[in-house]
């Protein structure tokens, strides 16, 4: 089955920094990449995602990328802020494969006054 | 806006009574999932459901069953609690890829 992996597992940024963090998977067949943001003592919630025929999607200070040879892809996050502070969840899926995700473990990304 | 709702924000029971997590959807989603989250392990997948009266085994299903009667709502079973399943549970549903989740039920096994 699918393995995807992420890091880092945390991440403390200065406000106004860059924040990145990345995911692999493994099956080649995967052809859905949604990020999810969780507050804390809240659901996760979609952020952004991007499918395998896009190498980039933006949507204001978020940005994601995909590598399909490489199998990895990752999320960019300009300009941080304090309310940007959450877990961030990857995760992939394949094609008639029930919609069934499989999730990284999470980053936790802190944003410093 | 999707709401999906949990029966319980917080749960308490002990090593080897019967468990019922129930999560309920309104917009008609023909797949439901539920996960377990814990520290340093992402979101788990236990079971998930695309049809009534369907369901499929996810990554981590010993010890859980599910019930899909009805479209809307999605029952989460534990047969005999034991304290390994002390976690948080999440419920989500979807149409096609984006899947929306409930609150949560955090669930203390003692």
């Known amino acids: 089955g699918e393995n995807v992996e992420q890091h880092p597992s945390t991440l403390s940024v200065q406000e106004g920094d860059s924040a990145v963090i990345k995911c692999t998977y493994s099956?080649?067949?995967?052809?859905?990449f949604p990020w999810y943001k969780q507050e804390l003592g809240k659901r996760p919630q979609l952020i952004i995602d991007?499918?395998?025929?896009?190498g980039e999607k933006k949507d204001q200070r978020i940005a994601v990328t995909l590598n399909k040879t490489a199998k990895h892809f990752s999320l960019h996050i300009t300009e941080t802020q304090p309310e940007d502070s959450a877990v961030y969840f990857c995760a992939a899926s394949r094609a008639g494969g029930g919609n069934k995700l499989t999730f990284g473990t999470g980053t936790q990304l802190k944003v410093e006054l | 806006d999707v709401k999906v709702t949990q029966s319980s924000r917080y749960l308490v029971k002990r090593t080897g009574e019967k468990v019922f997590l129930e999560c309920v959807q309104d917009?008609?989603?023909?797949?439901m999932f539920w996960y377990r989250q814990d520290p340093g392990l992402g979101l788990r997948l236990i079971y998930f459901s695309y049809d009534v009266k369907m369901k499929e085994k996810g990554d981590i299903p010993e010890g859980y069953s599910v019930s899909r009667e009805k479209k809307e709502r999605f029952s989460l079973i534990l047969e005999s609690a034991s304290t390994n399943q002390t976690s948080m549970y999440l419920c989500a549903s979807s149409f096609v890829e984006t899947q929306y989740f409930g609150p949560g039920t955090r669930l203390l096994v003692l």
């Open positions: 991007i499918r395998s025929n896009v």
């Open positions: 917009m008609d989603h023909e797949n």
């Open positions: 099956d080649s067949a995967s052809n859905y």
